[in-house]
């Protein structure tokens, strides 16, 4: 009776993530069971960041990678967790093109993106706000940039580091940029929960999440072995440094500097008028016990 009990108390949570090898290695744990939430089992769904972004307006899932700036559209649905986010610091995502191109190039160009919420997008709509979007899905902006369908392209995951083998030269790196500018670390994408499941779940799910970073960063070689089945043919070096760039210290908690910079990020968004708001970030471990 105990055990069919047990049973019917086990929830199934729809953890959602991009198939990147950054994110893989933030669940490895939690897909292969090295870490467990009693109660609680995750299914995990993986999907491009920008389909997750469009999904979560429907409250798909119940834990979901989403753009930062995305959060601005979603947060009477979602809260901030304090653990799993991308920041680039000092770098990011990068506008590439096939010839040399200067700042002032960019006005009226047609321009590769990844998606219309992606926080790429937002920071540089901040960058250079006169430019033809055009929304490409992200893994084939480099052949659309190559093919001359577009003058330039905005690349996030591992393009940021394969565009120079490809012949292609770099515009701007938008998270140096970002840096220069603000003195932070360009907040990329982070993870957040329904706000319907309530703060006790809530938490559970939150504990699991952050276990399971910790134990990828204190397993590295095993981590990053499972997470090169998601790193889409790179050579296992070039996974290691992208992986390295996007799963750190950050990753573990925002810290007071982090989510300044989740902020400054949706500032700027709203009184720029791309973004609503006024936008504030709340994250999970804010609420009251």
């Not at 897909?31 to 491009?48: E, M, P, Q, W, Y």
């Not at 996030?156 to 770099?170: C, M, R, S, T």
Request: proline share 5%; glycine share 8%; net charge negative.
């Amino acid at each position: 009776m105990g055990t069919q009990q047990a049973a019917t108390k086990t929830i199934e949570i729809k953890l959602a993530h991009s198939p990147d090898s950054d994110d893989a290695f933030m669940f490895y744990a939690l897909a292969t069971n090295r870490v467990k939430a009693a109660g609680i089992k995750f299914t995990h769904v993986l999907s491009d960041i920008e389909s997750l972004n469009q999904a979560a307006d429907r409250e798909t899932y119940d834990v979901t990678a989403i753009s930062f700036s995305a959060y601005a559209y979603l947060r009477d649905k979602y809260i901030l967790l304090d653990c799993g986010a991308s920041f680039g610091e000092g770098y990011g995502p990068i506008v590439v093109s096939t010839r040399p191109m200067k700042r002032q190039d960019l006005a009226g160009i047609r321009l590769g993106v990844p998606g219309l919420r992606t926080s790429a997008y937002l920071t540089m709509r901040l960058y250079e706000p006169n430019f033809e979007a055009v929304p490409i899905p992200f893994d084939q902006i480099i052949d659309a940039v190559r093919a001359g369908t577009v003058d330039a392209g905005l690349l996030i995951h591992e393009g940021q580091l394969l565009f120079p083998q490809l012949g292609l030269q770099k515009v701007v790196d938008l998270g140096q940029w970002w840096q220069e500018k603000t003195k932070l670390p360009l907040p990329l994408g982070g993870n957040a929960i329904r706000r319907a499941l309530g703060p006790e779940l809530s938490r559970r799910v939150a504990r699991a999440i952050r276990e399971s970073v910790a134990y990828g960063l204190e397993h590295r070689a095993e981590a990053l072995e499972y997470a090169m089945q998601f790193a889409r043919d790179m050579d296992p070096e070039i996974a290691d440094k992208f992986v390295g760039m996007y799963v750190n210290r950050w990753t573990l908690g925002y810290g007071e500097r982090g989510r300044l910079a989740v902020q400054e990020l949706l500032d700027r968004g709203f009184h720029a008028g791309l973004i609503p708001g006024p936008a504030t970030a709340e994250f999970l471990d804010e609420l009251p016990k």
